[in-house]
């Protein structure tokens, strides 16, 4: 099983639809979460951290669930702009490598 | 504040030669990823470095390629013999440490 796991999409939304996602890990001493906006081509951007009370900035809300040890990002009113690979990232312990999910790509649509 | 700077931003190369990749984190962060990221693939961790230390290479194929994090100067990813597999985009992130990571725009290699 690989430590953190996404489903690769794509998901399909349209414009001004809601879209959620997950991504699930499996080490249950992770700590810290991420999700981070990848565009064609572009490096890797921090989009929000998770944290255990769940977080909310504009349209993008991402919560954590610890005892099924996933985290979710929820996007509403989707934008074309939206369109991106999503990725996870989850840091095990302090001082330990970030490991990234595989990414989950979303085409919004017209 | 700079935030990561990556050169070069291209590089070509033909199949046998040397790949040198320069890595300045952000001023203060003392620790340096990279990640390899082959074309429609998501990315693949090679190596987390702290200032003169490598701490897990487990991404890291054992032949050919190398990386270090001198006390002074940039992180440098090394391909010796370059083939065409490893035409790949190459991403370096730092950190200050278990924290977000900042990405560099990435050294795109593309070996002939």
């Known amino acids: 099983r690989k430590e953190v796991e996404q489903d690769p999409g794509p998901f399909n939304v349209p414009e001004g639809a809601t879209v959620a996602f997950n991504c699930t890990y499996s080490?249950?001493?992770?700590?810290?979460f991420f999700w981070y906006r990848q565009d064609c081509r572009k490096e890797p951007k921090l989009l929000m951290s998770?944290?255990?009370s769940g977080n909310e900035d504009g349209r993008f809300t991402a919560q954590l669930n610890r005892a099924s040890q996933y985290i979710s990002l929820l996007i509403r009113d989707s934008k074309l702009s939206d369109s991106a690979t999503y990725l996870c990232?989850?840091?095990?312990?302090?001082?330990?490598?970030?490991?990234f999910g595989g990414g989950t790509r979303v085409l919004v649509k017209p | 504040n700079a935030g990561v700077m990556q050169n070069p931003r291209h590089l070509v190369r033909r199949r046998g030669q040397e790949a040198r990749l320069r890595c300045s984190p952000v001023?203060?962060?003392?620790?340096v990823y990279w990640y390899r990221q082959l074309p429609e693939e998501g990315l693949k961790f090679m190596v987390y470095?702290?200032?003169?230390?490598?701490?897990?290479e487990s991404g890291m194929p054992k032949e050919r390629f190398s990386a270090e994090f001198p006390k002074e100067g940039p992180s440098i990813l090394r391909i010796q013999q370059v083939v065409r597999g490893d035409s790949a985009a190459y991403f370096c992130a730092s950190s200050p440490g278990d924290r977000e990571l900042f990405f560099g725009e990435g050294s795109r290699l593309t070996v002939l």
């Open positions: 990232v989850v840091i095990k312990a302090a001082g330990n490598k970030l490991t």
């Open positions: 001023k203060g962060h003392s620790h």
């Open positions: 080490n249950s001493a992770s700590q810290s």
């Open positions: 998770v944290y255990s």
């Open positions: 470095l702290q200032k003169e230390n490598i701490i897990d």
